[in-house]
C-alpha cells in the first residue's frame, strides 16, 4: 500500500524557515510528479509547489523566491524548503503524488493535482507576526 507521510511542519516567526519531508513508501513505481499543497482555515486547498521526474518544478507566485521544492529520490523523500515565512503562509500542508505523465508546469492547476492518487496526513505550518 503507498503511503505518504509528512513532517517538519511547526510554529515559527515571521521570517523564519521550515523544511517539510514527505517520506514514501510501498511504492513498486516511482510516481512522474510529486507537489506540495496547502489549505488554511476556511479556504480550500491550493498548489504551492510540484516537480516531476524530468526535474521540472513549479511554483505558485505566491511563494516563488521563497520556497524550494526538492526530492531525494535514494530516501523516496519530498522535501519543501520554506524560507522568509509570512503569516499568510499559516495552512496545513500536504504532500501528493501521481504516476501520471503530468509535467510539473501543470500540476498546480486545481483540476490537475485534484486527480492526485495519492496524498498523505498533513503538518501544520503556523506562522505568527
Known amino acids: 500500500q503507498v503511503q505518504l507521510v509528512e513532517s517538519g511542519g511547526g510554529s515559527v516567526q515571521a521570517g523564519g524557515s521550515l523544511r517539510l519531508s514527505c517520506a514514501a513508501s510501498?511504492?513498486?513505481?516511482?510516481?512522474?510528479?510529486m507537489g506540495w499543497f496547502r489549505q488554511a482555515p476556511g479556504k480550500g486547498r491550493e498548489g504551492v509547489a510540484a516537480?516531476?521526474?524530468?526535474?521540472?518544478?513549479n511554483y505558485a507566485d505566491s511563494v516563488k523566491g521563497r520556497f524550494t521544492i526538492s526530492q531525494d529520490n535514494a530516501k523516496n523523500t519530498l522535501y519543501l524548503q520554506m524560507n522568509s515565512l509570512k503569516p499568510e503562509d499559516t495552512a496545513m500542508y500536504y504532500c501528493a503524488a501521481t504516476a501520471k505523465t503530468v509535467p510539473a508546469i501543470q500540476a498546480l492547476g486545481v483540476m490537475i493535482w485534484s486527480g492526485f492518487g495519492v496524498w498523505g496526513q498533513g503538518t501544520q505550518v503556523t506562522v505568527s507576526s
Open positions: 516537480i516531476d521526474s524530468d526535474g521540472g518544478t
Open positions: 510501498g511504492y513498486t513505481y516511482s510516481p512522474y510528479c
